[in-house]
């Protein structure tokens, strides 16, 4: 897998949104959501249980479904799927093979146990530019970024200045003035949240 540089992680995170008919979620939490580590987690289903990502295989024989976020610099994020025997996993329900790739919408279920849906979390990264934007030249406004300002980091290592934090020029709104980053065009999302959620699970 591609590593995100320490500079500039990604700004969207996976999230698995679990949901079920049967009584382990209760009223009050009607979805249990696991934030996938970076790095491979085994999906781990307890019977009666919550269910929970772990780095080790659960105990017994059966690994059941491991998981691994691809964070491409310039894409959205991915979540690479590996069963441990074709056929155990249905995807957006069809049964698939050993390995599959998913993205935000894709739901997948393990042995007919709970549905998991696949959402991306963003927490926007703003505050002063890293070291990587440090007198680079903003796409926008192509003005070089100071160490007085505040920059939105993009998860591709761009950045863009931000409104309502420029000092002395607040003329700089260079995030609110575009849609998405010029330089890998994935969308600029400055409200932490999801961008898109479930419509059959109540958001606890
Ligand atoms: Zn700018
Ligand atoms: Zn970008």
Not at 45 to 64: C, K, N, R, T, V
Not at 75 to 97: E, F, I, Q
Request: charged share 15%; hydrophobic share 40%.
């Amino acid at each position: 897998m591609i590593s995100a540089t320490p500079v500039s992680p990604p700004s969207g995170a996976i999230r698995l949104v679990a949901e079920s008919s049967v009584p382990v979620v209760s009223a009050a939490a009607p979805c249990v959501v696991l934030e996938m580590p970076v790095g491979p987690s085994y999906l781990v289903l307890p019977s009666g249980g919550l269910p929970a990502l772990s780095a080790e295989p659960p105990p017994g024989a059966d690994a059941g479904v491991l998981l691994e976020p691809i964070l491409p610099p310039r894409r959205p994020p991915r979540l690479l799927l590996l069963a441990s025997a074709p056929g155990r996993v249905t995807v957006n329900g069809h049964r698939a093979g050993r390995v599959s790739v998913l993205g935000e919408r894709d739901q997948f279920r393990l042995d007919g146990s709970l549905l998991f849906h696949v959402t991306l979390f963003t927490r926007p990264r703003v505050g002063p530019p890293s070291g990587a934007l440090l007198g680079r030249e903003c796409p926008v406004c192509r003005v070089p970024f100071a160490s007085d300002t505040t920059a939105f980091h993009c998860g591709c290592g761009g950045g863009l200045h931000l409104v309502g934090t420029e000092p002395n020029d607040d003329l700089l709104q260079c995030a609110r003035a575009v849609s998405a980053c010029p330089r890998c065009s994935q969308p600029v999302v400055l409200k932490e949240g999801y961008s898109w959620f479930p419509p059959e699970v109540s958001h606890a």
